[in-house]
């Protein structure tokens, strides 16, 4: 298996090299030179395995043997999905019943209580693993190889990419934040680590603003290779592989719930997904190409809604045109940008689909395409896609929005539910939407499976805003785990910035790394 960019479609990389390098030279982000098919008989190879085999199987079809064996894949596969050591659940991802029709499948059993972490701890240990076996093939006496990891978050990013790479040798990182713009738990769960690899970078502005530094620092050449800079934003081709494997975990335990009940049929399942950058839902259709069963994937968005008016319009905006505004501030904060950075991936595949089928360079057609699509989205703010580019988009997916009333009044509709359930923010936004397409869609017999990004103990403002007058609610004992309880009385290490300038940041980090050095 090889990788190409989704702007150039020439130069072929292998897994190792995506990985360590993140984003590509054009601009692009990697992909894979073929979407594996799966093996004949998986659904029943498959159904006993637990996480960390199944997830040994589906890495092992993106990956080459010849960059990583067998025994390479398993033994970074259980060192990253430990329970207890890692994980607080034993099924890393359990699925969790709502009512006959409705599945969460919970995310955020990891060490910083996000969906991330399922990612951003293996890409942790594959980062380590690389440099490790680099430095080792080096003669006696030659400087080691370093990597400088440079993410922005909106919140969950950056303390599962810290957790992941903490104390680690040889690795320094630096993780961008919007000051202001995320919970407090999640600024205390970053700036709260004190290992003397880990920078926080607090930057004067919003997510896009830190997300378009580190775009830039990942362009600027001469910094990359002299920092040998490393992504761990969703842009990094891994974390969208490793998030294929918990839909397949999702099908196999409904599988099994359905059978315990006496239904042995193949589940009918559609995924909805809360989603801002496109990467944890873009990972679903990953898994549908590979053709895991499942309807068209429901996409949840926030009143920062560029998705679900591209769904609706065809037109890709950074602004909203019926409004004129751009990123809002929302309860779910997680999805407060205004451009997917992974939607450019998709939108690979529908310029390709779309394409002549003859066309001898229909690869390198769809780069072309898409390198002018995004080109035009970075000069004029949006792009408004052909009618086909559209139905092609329709056949996959469906999207919906939600706004912040919606959010606290499904927190609380959940709460006081049979079962009891008391979703975070994001989790909020896909419940909604789920109950929506359930209708407009007239899902009928589809069991819907909704992705619970975050342990809602993060979210402590809004699940307050939803429950604090709600009969018997007690956040500190329905909600907030031991292992929050001091986070904001730590000792914390910060850096500020006063403005989002890609010079104060570069120069922010070139002071910090040859201070270690």
């Known amino acids: 298996m090889r990788y190409f960019s989704t702007r150039g479609g020439n130069e072929e990389l292998s897994f190792e090299e995506v990985v360590l390098a993140g984003l590509a030279p054009d601009g692009g982000l990697y992909i894979p030179t073929e979407i594996p098919k799966l093996p004949e008989n998986w659904e029943d190879d498959w159904s006993e395995l637990s996480y960390q085999d199944l997830a040994i199987a589906i890495l092992s079809l993106f990956i080459s043997s010849s960059e990583l064996s067998r025994e390479d894949i398993t033994e970074l596969v259980y060192n990253t999905y430990a329970y207890p050591q890692k994980f607080r659940n034993p099924l890393i991802t359990p699925l969790v019943p ?57 919140g969950d990013t950056g303390s599962a990419a810290i957790y992941g790479l903490r104390n680690k040798a040889n690795i320094s990182i630096f993780i961008l934040f919007p000051r202001g713009r995320v919970s407090e738990i999640q600024e205390a769960q970053m700036t709260t680590v004190m290992d003397e690899n880990v920078h926080n970078v607090r930057v ?60 042995s049929v193949k589940p009918d399942i559609q995924f909805v997904v809360p989603t801002g950058n496109f990467g944890d839902i873009l990972a679903g259709y990953y898994a549908k190409r590979m053709m895991l069963p499942m309807r068209k994937l429901g996409i949840a968005t926030n009143a920062n809604d560029i998705l679900t008016r591209f769904w609706k319009t065809g037109r890709y905006a950074k602004v909203d045109p019926s409004t004129g505004v751009g990123v809002r501030e929302t309860l779910s904060p997680a ?32 780069c072309k395409t898409v390198a002018g699509w995004m080109e035009r989205v970075k000069k004029e703010g949006q792009i408004v896609v052909p009618d086909e580019v559209l139905r092609a988009a329709r056949e996959d997916f469906v999207a919906e929005k939600v706004d912040d009333a919606q959010i606290t009044n499904t927190i609380l509709e959940y709460y006081e539910g049979s079962p009891s359930y008391i979703p975070d923010p994001h989790t909020a936004v896909g419940l909604h939407v789920a109950a929506s397409v359930a209708k407009a869609e007239i899902v009928g017999p589809a069991v819907q499976v909704i992705l ?66």
């Open 204 to 263: 004067a502005g919003t997510f896009d603003d830190s997300q378009d530094i580190v775009k830039t620092l990942f362009s600027d050449k001469e910094f990359n290779e002299r920092h040998s800079l490393a992504a761990v934003n969703s842009i990094n081709w891994a974390r969208i592989l490793v998030q294929i494997v918990y839909y397949f975990s999702a099908y196999f335990q409904l599988k099994q719930s359905l059978a315990s009940s006496g239904t």
């Open 335 to 366: 999805m407060d940008i205004t451009v997917s950075s992974n939607f450019e991936r998709l939108l690979w595949y529908l310029a390709y689909q779309t394409s002549a089928p003859d066309d001898p360079t229909r690869r390198i057609t769809a």
């Open 98 to 154: 709502l009512s006959e029709k409705r599945y969460i499948l919970e995310l955020f059993h990891g060490p910083t209580y996000a969906f991330k972490d399922l990612a951003l701890q293996l890409l942790g240990n594959l980062f380590e693993f690389f440099l490790r076996r680099r430095n080792m093939r080096k003669a006696p006496g030659e400087p080691a190889e370093r990597l400088t990891v440079v993410g922005a978050t909106s």
């Open 452 to 517: 619970a990004t975050a342990h809602p103990a993060k979210f402590s403002a809004a699940v307050n805003q939803a429950l604090g007058t709600a009969d018997g609610f007690d956040f500190d004992r329905d909600v907030l785990p031991h292992e929050f309880r001091d986070f904001l009385t730590r000792e914390r290490r910060v850096i500020d910035v006063d403005r989002p300038d890609v010079g104060l940041v570069r120069d922010t980090i070139e002071t910090v790394v040859q201070e270690r050095v």
